[in-house]
């Protein structure tokens, strides 16, 4: 017998025949597919629903012993996005001038990317995605939480697909470290920043690298193989 605090219910999330099942996945894949990160933004407004729709969208991933071990923390208000602006282009600077491997710099140079990061101010919303490393428990112990960092990754994933599916644009932004982003917003030292996501529309002139996905001969393997 499975012991559990959760009640368990009945499960019938019905099927779908097979075309449609295919049909569904093909538009799904097209828009997926047409998904780039974004570096260049305009100012115009989006509706908060959606934001928050793409965070209850992420709310939704699994995640270890279901612990949800995540905040989301919208930013629009133009002071905070210009600090937060500040503190990443502080550690960026540093990153691309002393910190960064040759190698690294090198993987990068044909994305065309520097410590500058503008659209942290232009895009209308910032979300910045905390990791718990930890729970609080009673009188301040310390409770461990599982697959924390699998989980929140989960989670981006949906939040990206649901900010695609809606017609917006993003970009995953880690400056290292990021430690600085807990004392802009507030958050407990058991919240890790995680990464960084500006939302917005792409701006007319915007641009992004001519890249080429790997097919999937490239990605899939069935039932193993050779390494």
């Known amino acids: 017998v499975c012991m559990t605090a959760y009640p368990h219910v009945p499960f019938r999330p019905g099927r779908l025949p097979a075309a449609e099942m295919v049909g569904r996945g093909?538009?799904?894949?097209?828009?997926?597919?047409?998904?780039?990160?974004?570096?260049?933004?305009?100012?115009?407004?989006?509706a908060r629903e959606a934001i928050e729709l793409a965070v209850r969208t992420a709310g939704t991933a699994p995640s270890g012993a279901h612990h949800?071990?995540?905040?989301?923390?919208?930013?629009?208000d133009p002071a905070l996005k210009r600090r937060i602006r500040a503190g990443a282009e502080a550690e960026e600077r540093e990153f691309y001038e002393h910190r960064a491997p040759p190698e690294w710099l090198e993987a990068l140079a044909p994305l065309g990317t520097d410590w500058r990061k503008?659209?942290?101010e232009v895009a209308p919303y910032l979300i910045v995605v905390f990791r718990h490393a930890y729970r609080i428990g009673a009188g301040g112990t310390h409770l461990k939480t599982y697959y924390s960092t699998e989980s929140v990754g989960i989670a981006v994933g949906l939040l990206i697909a649901s900010l695609q599916t809606m017609g917006l644009c993003t970009l995953t932004h880690t400056p290292s470290p990021m430690e600085f982003l807990n004392a802009i917003l507030g958050r407990p030292e058991n919240e890790r920043p995680f990464v960084l996501l500006p939302v917005?529309?792409?701006?007319p002139h915007a641009t992004v690298p001519d890249l080429r996905r790997k097919p999937l001969t490239e990605i899939c393997v069935w039932n193993g193989g050779p390494p």
């Open 68 to 76: 949800q071990p995540w905040t989301f923390v919208l930013v629009d």
């Open 118 to 120: 503008p659209f942290l």
């Open 26 to 46: 093909v538009e799904f894949l097209d828009q997926m597919n047409r998904r780039r990160s974004v570096r260049v933004f305009t100012d115009e407004p989006v």
């Open 200 to 203: 917005g529309h792409a701006a």
